[in-house]
């Protein structure tokens, strides 16, 4: 009996522990108004973080749409730079040719205004094949009596008179 009396004592005991330990235990419907508040938290979250994901997605959107503006860009200013470059070429090309073919290996500014003023023939051909003549520049700096045809001081004989 002694026997019986201790296993008794650990039952008893066990009982014991076993309702302490269900009395700190939460009840079903403690857990599951716990489990609902914890998916309402997590539903709010996975809400917010769909938003910013989509916030994400927008502005990476628009990041490529500007990185692809801004290369269409860059196209565009290499092929203009490329035509100013060949342009550039075109332009020294001509201009050593010119050097090329004037007399004295250098351009000279002729424009007709001055050139029909001196005396002898006024053909171009004639006008190239004459001695070089160059311009008083002190006299083009003075107001002259405008031009009769034109109204234009710099026009007149007066104020850009070639020396010989």
């Known amino acids: 009996?002694?026997?019986?009396?201790?296993?008794?004592?650990?039952?008893?005991?066990?009982?014991?522990?076993?309702a302490a330990i269900s009395d700190r235990m939460l009840s079903k419907t403690d857990t599951g108004g716990l489990m609902q508040e914890f998916r309402a938290v997590v539903r709010e979250e996975m809400a917010a973080l769909r938003t910013d994901l989509n916030a994400v997605e927008e502005r990476v959107e628009a990041l490529e749409n500007e990185a692809q503006a801004c290369q269409t860009q860059h196209r565009a200013t290499e092929l203009a730079t490329i035509r100013q470059?060949?342009?550039?070429?075109?332009?020294?090309r001509h201009v050593e040719e010119l050097e090329k073919r004037s007399r004295w290996h250098n351009i000279r500014i002729r424009t007709p205004h001055l050139y029909r003023r001196?005396?002898?023939?006024?053909?171009?051909?004639?006008?190239?094949?004459?001695?070089?003549?160059?311009?008083?520049?002190?006299?083009?700096?003075?107001?002259?009596?405008?031009?009769?045809?034109?109204?234009?001081?710099?026009?007149?004989?007066?104020?850009?008179?070639?020396?010989?």
């Open 85 to 92: 470059g060949n342009l550039l070429l075109t332009i020294r």
């Open 1 to 18: 009996m002694a026997e019986r009396g201790g296993r008794e004592d650990a039952l008893t005991l066990i009982r014991q522990q076993l």
């Open 118 to 164: 001196w005396s002898g023939p006024s053909s171009i051909k004639s006008w190239e094949e004459s001695p070089p003549r160059t311009l008083n520049l002190t006299e083009c700096t003075k107001p002259s009596v405008p031009n009769d045809k034109t109204g234009d001081p710099e026009m007149s004989s007066a104020a850009c008179m070639p020396t010989a």
